[in-house]
Protein backbone atom coordinates (compact mmCIF):
# COMPACT_ATOMS: atom_id res chain seq x y z
CA UNK A 1 0.00 0.00 0.00
CA UNK A 2 1.37 3.51 -0.75
CA UNK A 3 2.26 5.60 2.04
CA UNK A 4 -0.35 8.70 2.19
CA UNK A 5 0.84 11.99 1.40
CA UNK A 6 1.33 15.05 4.09
CA UNK A 7 2.17 18.74 2.99
CA UNK A 8 3.09 20.68 6.28
CA UNK A 9 3.39 24.43 5.94
CA UNK A 10 4.47 27.24 8.33
CA UNK A 11 7.29 28.66 9.79
CA UNK A 12 7.75 27.55 13.30
CA UNK A 13 11.16 25.21 12.67
CA UNK A 14 10.00 23.46 16.35
CA UNK A 15 6.52 22.69 15.61
CA UNK A 16 7.13 21.33 11.84
CA UNK A 17 9.72 19.23 13.25
CA UNK A 18 7.76 17.42 15.90
CA UNK A 19 4.90 17.09 13.76
CA UNK A 20 7.02 15.59 10.92
CA UNK A 21 8.33 13.11 13.47
CA UNK A 22 5.65 12.03 14.14
CA UNK A 23 3.81 11.81 10.89
CA UNK A 24 7.18 9.64 9.60
CA UNK A 25 6.93 7.58 12.41
CA UNK A 26 2.91 6.56 11.56
CA UNK A 27 4.52 5.48 8.38
CA UNK A 28 3.17 8.74 6.37
CA UNK A 29 5.27 10.72 4.02
CA UNK A 30 5.92 13.96 4.76
CA UNK A 31 7.04 17.20 2.31
CA UNK A 32 7.56 20.78 4.58
CA UNK A 33 6.73 24.32 2.71
CA UNK A 34 7.94 27.07 4.85
CA UNK A 35 6.10 30.09 2.56
CA UNK A 36 3.19 30.50 0.02
CA UNK A 37 5.26 30.22 -2.87
CA UNK A 38 7.30 27.18 -1.75
CA UNK A 39 3.90 25.36 -0.81
CA UNK A 40 2.14 25.96 -4.19
CA UNK A 41 5.23 24.89 -6.05
CA UNK A 42 5.37 21.71 -4.01
CA UNK A 43 1.80 21.29 -3.94
CA UNK A 44 2.16 20.37 -8.23
CA UNK A 45 4.46 17.64 -7.77
CA UNK A 46 4.31 16.14 -4.20
CA UNK A 47 0.44 15.72 -5.01
CA UNK A 48 -0.52 15.39 -1.26
CA UNK A 49 -3.79 13.58 0.19
CA UNK A 50 -3.73 16.06 2.66
CA UNK A 51 -2.13 19.57 3.47
CA UNK A 52 -1.22 20.93 7.11
CA UNK A 53 -1.43 24.35 7.36
CA UNK A 54 -0.16 26.66 10.71
CA UNK A 55 -1.81 30.01 10.37
CA UNK A 56 0.40 31.53 12.72
CA UNK A 57 3.62 32.64 10.09
CA UNK A 58 5.90 35.12 12.16
CA UNK A 59 9.15 35.11 10.41
CA UNK A 60 7.83 35.60 6.81
CA UNK A 61 4.95 37.58 5.49
CA UNK A 62 2.71 35.37 4.29
CA UNK A 63 -1.48 35.70 4.36
CA UNK A 64 -2.23 32.32 5.67
CA UNK A 65 -6.03 32.59 4.93
CA UNK A 66 -5.16 33.88 1.24
CA UNK A 67 -2.82 30.46 0.68
CA UNK A 68 -5.57 28.15 2.57
CA UNK A 69 -7.72 29.59 0.03
CA UNK A 70 -5.24 28.87 -3.16
CA UNK A 71 -4.60 25.25 -1.90
CA UNK A 72 -8.12 25.02 -1.94
CA UNK A 73 -8.86 25.80 -5.20
CA UNK A 74 -5.56 23.87 -6.63
CA UNK A 75 -6.38 20.56 -4.75
CA UNK A 76 -9.36 18.56 -3.90
CA UNK A 77 -7.63 17.20 -0.86
CA UNK A 78 -8.21 18.02 2.76
CA UNK A 79 -6.60 20.99 4.00
CA UNK A 80 -5.99 20.84 8.11
CA UNK A 81 -5.23 24.37 9.70
CA UNK A 82 -3.37 25.17 12.89
CA UNK A 83 -3.59 27.95 15.32
CA UNK A 84 -2.79 29.58 18.68
CA UNK A 85 -6.21 31.81 17.82
CA UNK A 86 -8.77 29.71 19.12
CA UNK A 87 -11.73 32.05 18.68
CA UNK A 88 -14.88 30.90 16.67
CA UNK A 89 -14.26 33.98 14.45
CA UNK A 90 -11.33 32.64 13.30
CA UNK A 91 -12.56 29.63 12.93
CA UNK A 92 -14.95 30.71 10.82
CA UNK A 93 -12.47 32.47 8.68
CA UNK A 94 -10.39 29.82 8.30
CA UNK A 95 -13.44 27.32 7.06
CA UNK A 96 -14.62 30.34 4.59
CA UNK A 97 -11.19 29.80 3.37
CA UNK A 98 -11.50 26.32 2.28
CA UNK A 99 -9.77 24.53 5.35
CA UNK A 100 -11.81 21.19 6.19
CA UNK A 101 -10.98 21.03 9.74
CA UNK A 102 -9.18 23.54 12.46
CA UNK A 103 -7.29 22.69 15.21
CA UNK A 104 -6.14 24.89 17.92
CA UNK A 105 -2.84 25.07 19.77
CA UNK A 106 -1.60 23.88 22.17
CA UNK A 107 -2.73 20.58 21.03
CA UNK A 108 -2.07 16.72 22.53
CA UNK A 109 -0.26 14.64 19.72
CA UNK A 110 -2.96 11.95 19.86
CA UNK A 111 -5.47 14.13 19.09
CA UNK A 112 -3.63 15.78 15.88
CA UNK A 113 -2.71 12.43 15.14
CA UNK A 114 -6.71 11.32 15.17
CA UNK A 115 -7.86 14.32 13.49
CA UNK A 116 -5.02 13.22 10.30
CA UNK A 117 -6.45 10.16 10.23
CA UNK A 118 -10.14 11.57 9.94
CA UNK A 119 -8.71 13.93 7.19
CA UNK A 120 -7.12 10.96 5.35
CA UNK A 121 -10.89 9.03 5.29
CA UNK A 122 -12.06 12.02 3.74
CA UNK A 123 -9.62 11.92 0.59
CA UNK A 124 -10.94 12.10 -2.61
CA UNK A 125 -9.65 8.10 -3.44
CA UNK A 126 -12.13 7.11 -0.41
CA UNK A 127 -15.83 6.95 -0.68
CA UNK A 128 -18.32 7.57 2.09
CA UNK A 129 -21.66 5.76 2.57
CA UNK A 130 -21.72 5.29 -1.06
CA UNK A 131 -24.02 2.32 -2.01
CA UNK A 132 -21.99 -0.12 -4.00
CA UNK A 133 -24.86 -1.19 -6.21
CA UNK A 134 -25.85 2.65 -6.88
CA UNK A 135 -23.07 3.87 -8.02
CA UNK A 136 -25.42 6.79 -9.67
CA UNK A 137 -28.09 9.30 -6.89
CA UNK A 138 -30.33 11.43 -8.81
CA UNK A 139 -32.74 14.01 -6.72
CA UNK A 140 -34.73 16.04 -8.67
CA UNK A 141 -32.21 17.79 -10.98
CA UNK A 142 -28.66 16.97 -8.79
CA UNK A 143 -27.22 13.75 -9.74
CA UNK A 144 -24.62 12.45 -7.84
CA UNK A 145 -21.67 9.89 -9.37
CA UNK A 146 -20.49 8.41 -6.53
CA UNK A 147 -17.91 6.25 -7.98
CA UNK A 148 -16.21 9.21 -9.60
CA UNK A 149 -17.21 11.54 -6.69
CA UNK A 150 -19.17 13.68 -9.52
CA UNK A 151 -21.81 16.26 -8.50
CA UNK A 152 -23.99 17.91 -11.16
CA UNK A 153 -26.69 20.36 -11.08
CA UNK A 154 -28.48 21.29 -13.85
CA UNK A 155 -25.68 19.28 -16.11
CA UNK A 156 -23.33 21.70 -15.04
CA UNK A 157 -20.69 19.70 -12.58
CA UNK A 158 -20.33 21.29 -8.64
CA UNK A 159 -17.13 22.01 -7.17
CA UNK A 160 -17.47 20.33 -3.62
CA UNK A 161 -14.40 20.34 -1.46
CA UNK A 162 -13.87 16.70 0.64
CA UNK A 163 -15.88 18.25 3.34
CA UNK A 164 -18.30 19.22 1.33
CA UNK A 165 -19.08 16.38 -0.38
CA UNK A 166 -19.09 14.17 2.34
CA UNK A 167 -22.06 16.07 3.59
CA UNK A 168 -24.02 16.00 1.18
CA UNK A 169 -23.25 12.63 0.60
CA UNK A 170 -24.59 11.27 4.00
CA UNK A 171 -27.46 13.54 3.65
CA UNK A 172 -28.51 12.48 0.27
CA UNK A 173 -27.45 8.40 1.50
CA UNK A 174 -30.58 9.57 4.31
CA UNK A 175 -32.87 11.63 2.46
CA UNK A 176 -36.40 12.31 3.77
CA UNK A 177 -34.86 12.06 7.28
CA UNK A 178 -33.57 14.33 10.09
CA UNK A 179 -30.32 13.93 10.56
CA UNK A 180 -28.99 15.20 14.11
CA UNK A 181 -26.34 17.76 14.30
CA UNK A 182 -24.32 15.05 16.42
CA UNK A 183 -24.76 12.11 13.83
CA UNK A 184 -23.55 14.82 11.45
CA UNK A 185 -20.16 15.57 12.75
CA UNK A 186 -19.56 12.02 13.82
CA UNK A 187 -20.70 10.33 10.54
CA UNK A 188 -18.21 13.18 8.48
CA UNK A 189 -15.92 14.31 10.98
CA UNK A 190 -15.27 11.46 13.47
CA UNK A 191 -16.42 9.59 16.53
CA UNK A 192 -14.33 12.83 18.49
CA UNK A 193 -16.53 15.31 17.01
CA UNK A 194 -20.30 16.31 18.48
CA UNK A 195 -20.76 19.77 19.56
CA UNK A 196 -18.86 22.26 16.94
CA UNK A 197 -22.09 23.28 15.18
CA UNK A 198 -20.26 25.97 13.89
CA UNK A 199 -18.81 23.60 11.20
CA UNK A 200 -21.70 22.76 10.19
CA UNK A 201 -23.55 26.23 9.63
CA UNK A 202 -20.57 26.97 7.79
CA UNK A 203 -20.44 24.08 5.37
CA UNK A 204 -24.27 23.61 4.97
CA UNK A 205 -24.10 27.38 3.79
CA UNK A 206 -21.21 26.51 1.39
CA UNK A 207 -23.13 23.54 -0.04
CA UNK A 208 -26.32 25.61 -0.81
CA UNK A 209 -24.94 28.30 -2.03
CA UNK A 210 -23.67 25.67 -4.91
CA UNK A 211 -26.84 23.57 -5.18
CA UNK A 212 -29.58 25.62 -4.48
CA UNK A 213 -31.69 28.00 -6.54
CA UNK A 214 -32.26 30.66 -4.12
CA UNK A 215 -29.47 29.27 -1.19
CA UNK A 216 -32.14 31.82 1.30
CA UNK A 217 -34.46 29.44 0.57
CA UNK A 218 -33.42 25.67 -0.10
CA UNK A 219 -35.42 23.32 -1.86
CA UNK A 220 -32.92 20.61 -1.21
CA UNK A 221 -31.41 21.01 2.47
CA UNK A 222 -33.64 21.52 4.95
CA UNK A 223 -33.18 22.96 8.42
CA UNK A 224 -34.74 21.45 11.22
CA UNK A 225 -34.00 24.11 13.82
CA UNK A 226 -32.85 23.34 17.40
CA UNK A 227 -32.22 19.79 15.86
CA UNK A 228 -30.41 18.90 12.36
CA UNK A 229 -30.89 19.13 8.71
CA UNK A 230 -33.43 17.23 6.58
CA UNK A 231 -32.28 16.45 2.68
CA UNK A 232 -35.55 16.72 1.16
CA UNK A 233 -36.50 13.60 -0.78
Not at 22 to 47: H, M, Q
Not at 97 to 107: E, H, K, T, V, W
Not at 169 to 181: A, D, F, Q
Amino acid sequence: MTAARILLIGDDPNLLRTLRRNLVGRGYEVSIALDDEDALSILENFKPNLCILSLDFTLVKVDALRLCSQLRLKTPSPIIVLSAMSSPQNEVHALDAGADDYLAMPFGMEEFLARVRSSLRRSPAASVDAPPDRPLIVVGDLLIDTEKRLVMHYGEQVHLTPIEYELLLYLVSHRGKVISHRQLLRAVWGSEYGEEREYLRVFISQIRRKIEQDPLRPIYILTEPGVGYRFHD
